[in-house]
């Protein structure tokens, strides 16, 4: 055999120009034969001997051999050595022209040449991108489309594949290609050759590289993918076919126009079904799907009208069986039950609706069955979702009367940031009610917590939760007790810096704070606002004229407070603030010059 493959090598090099068609072709079907046999070794020795060159001369659409020679280079081009080895030969442009020609088997080796130098190799991709090659291929799908005999599905399966490994991982290759129109076109493919299992899988493979892809999104929302994916789906038994179409699902149904026809299309369903067959299954596709198929579930939900097509008033059957997944004994299956209800509790119609129908309980005792070295991820979830259910004014003293605040305390000891983050935002949305502000407020071990976490800096959400907690403990209770232990505990400095946050908000919130505490307590806390630098902070904030009108008008009313004790009178009086305040007495906004005014009386008066 290796005589045979010498002798064909060199004989093609000697006679390709002018011999006949008959010797060219017994040459070219001796290197068929012997890549058949060792792919790799034939190549290395096709590679040596320089006839990758001679190829580009007969690649011409006049010959009878053309289809074997791109045959033969589709066969060299799976071994990545060889790709570059082409692209140097000048093999991709004389490939591209032969894309324009009509006969069905040069088109389809010409279409497995391109699509293997391509794989993985930036050269190919570039060579054929300057050829032109793609614009040609993505025609060919569109005038072939409807075609459904087998000799077109296979060409139009590798014209597929040849596009595929054109623009893989390739964003500016795969905006290319979207730009040319090949997402109706291989949307269209889907739907009339669903039958065709290599067609199908390649089409599938294609959306999945395209639709990561943000501009690919809006061109699927104005096809019928959904439809067509949906039915598709449906008829999947194979865990790989599955799992190749959720693959594609996913990305998909990030944009909110598609999560509604996924929705429409019937794909909850389907993603029901599946978790009813897989949640007592103990094999690993089983429980991979249950995950994919419940984490899906969770993602159609944050599309608002999607969601709310799902709730259908607190009445759906979708909404129904999520619900039962909340006791259920599955972790999977109970975080995605919890990820659902915060996503359902999205706007105060539906919050107030679930509350009123016990949700909070289920999301109480689910919490209860993971206190003591519990998930993390179910935790989080749960927390997340009462957290949501909290924001409605009139859900407010329901769940703390449910004995919300106690359940979330028992996560206090967690030292999980994102269990942290939502325990934090959970408490700060129950408490807007003077009581309850005040009991967690005089509750040492929440405050100390707190104060702790104030110094979270490598986690700036728990950090930032922290000292919204602190400041709306005190902002609600109006409570001296309060004052008091959060002074003891050493929150003082923690509110004197959150006046300096960058979120205007957090500054209005610890000003008001602040002003409680010199209002209600100055003699207890006047040793840690003279530490805190609290004057000091409050001069910048007055002097910088970025600063908000709210944190101006705060500030001076602050100062006006905090007058009332020796050591921090003297540090007002050093630090000129008449000359600031005088100054804002012309400020555009009324409430802040009438401030400036009544504040420069003051400090006239006890300077």
């Not at 007969?58 to 080895?85: D, G």
């Not at 993985?120 to 040609?136: N, P, T």
């Not at 930032?464 to 003082?492: C, F, M, P």
């Amino acid at each position: 055999m290796a005589d045979n493959l010498r002798d064909a090598l060199k004989k093609l090099k000697i006679t390709a120009i002018d011999s006949t068609a008959d010797s060219l072709e017994g040459c070219l079907d001796c290197l068929l034969q012997a890549l058949a046999q060792n792919n790799t070794e034939t190549s290395e020795k096709i590679q040596k001997s320089g006839i990758l060159q001679v190829f580009a001369s007969l690649l011409t659409p006049q010959s009878s051999c053309t289809a074997k020679v791109a045959n033969i280079i589709a066969e060299v081009a799976k071994n990545e050595f060889m790709r570059n080895s082409c692209v140097e030969a000048g093999l991709i442009p004389p490939l591209v022209q032969l894309l324009n020609c009509k006969d069905q088997e040069v088109l389809l080796q010409t279409g497995r040449a391109l699509g293997n130098i391509c794989y993985d190799s930036h050269e190919g991709r570039s060579a054929v991108d300057h050829a032109g090659g793609a614009q040609i291929v993505v025609d060919h799908l569109r005038s072939l489309c409807s075609k459904t005999d087998p000799a077109n599905e296979k060409l139009l399966t590798v014209f597929c594949g040849m596009l595929m490994n054109y623009s893989n991982e390739n964003d500016t290759l795969q905006s290319q290609l979207i730009n040319m129109g090949v997402i109706p076109t291989l949307v269209k493919l889907l739907g009339i050759h669903c039958q065709n299992a290599a067609l199908t899988e390649m089409c599938l493979v294609a959306f999945g590289n395209l639709a990561e892809l943000e501009s690919s999104k809006e061109q699927f929302a104005y096809t019928n993918i959904a439809e067509e994916i949906v039915k598709l789906f449906k008829k999947q038994i194979e865990h790989d076919k599955k799992e190749m179409i959720f693959e594609v699902l996913a990305p998909l149904a990030e944009n909110d126009i598609i999560k509604l026809q996924l929705v429409e299309a019937g794909l909850v369903e389907c993603l029901l079904e599946i978790v009813q067959k897989t949640v007592d299954s103990d094999k690993d596709d089983d429980i991979a799907e249950l995950k994919t198929a419940s984490d899906l579930m969770v993602l159609l939900l944050l599309g608002d009208e999607s969601m709310q097509k799902l709730f259908e008033g607190g009445k759906g059957s979708v909404f129904q069986r999520v619900l039962s997944w909340i006791p259920s004994n599955n972790h999977q299956l109970q975080l995605a039950g919890a990820l659902a209800i915060a996503n359902f509790a999205r706007n105060d119609g539906n919050c107030i609706h679930m509350v009123d129908n016990g949700i909070v309980q289920k999301l109480m005792d689910l919490l209860d069955r993971h206190v003591e070295d519990g998930n993390v991820t179910v935790q989080h979830a749960a927390l997340s979702a009462l957290r949501n259910l909290a924001i409605p004014v009139v859900n407010k003293a329901k769940m703390l009367s449910a004995g919300v605040a106690e359940a979330v305390l028992k996560f206090l000891r967690s030292e999980m940031p994102p269990v942290q983050f939502k325990l934090l935002g959970t408490l700060r949305m129950l408490i807007d009610a003077q009581e309850a502000a005040e009991q967690l407020g005089k509750n040492v071990k929440l405050v100390e917590r707190l104060v702790e976490w104030c110094e979270a800096k490598d986690h700036a959400g728990v950090m930032g939760e922290s000292n919204r907690l602190l400041s709306a403990l005190i902002r609600h209770s109006k409570s001296k007790d309060v004052i008091r232990t959060i002074v003891q505990s050493g929150g003082i400095k923690h509110l004197a810096t959150m006046a300096t946050s960058e979120h205007v908000i957090m500054q209005n919130e610890a000003l008001v704070a602040l002003a409680l505490i010199a209002a209600l307590e100055l003699v207890t806390a006047e040793k840690d606002l003279e530490n805190a630098k609290l004057v000091q902070i409050l001069h910048r904030l007055l002097s910088d004229e970025r600063s908000a009108p709210e944190i101006k008008y705060n500030s001076m009313v602050l100062i006006c407070a905090l007058m009332g004790s020796e050591p921090l009178h003297k540090e007002v009086q050093s630090l000129a603030f008449l000359e600031v305040v005088s100054k804002l007495r012309s400020h555009e906004n009324k409430t802040v010059a009438q401030q400036a005014s009544l504040t420069e009386q003051r400090l006239a008066v006890e300077s």
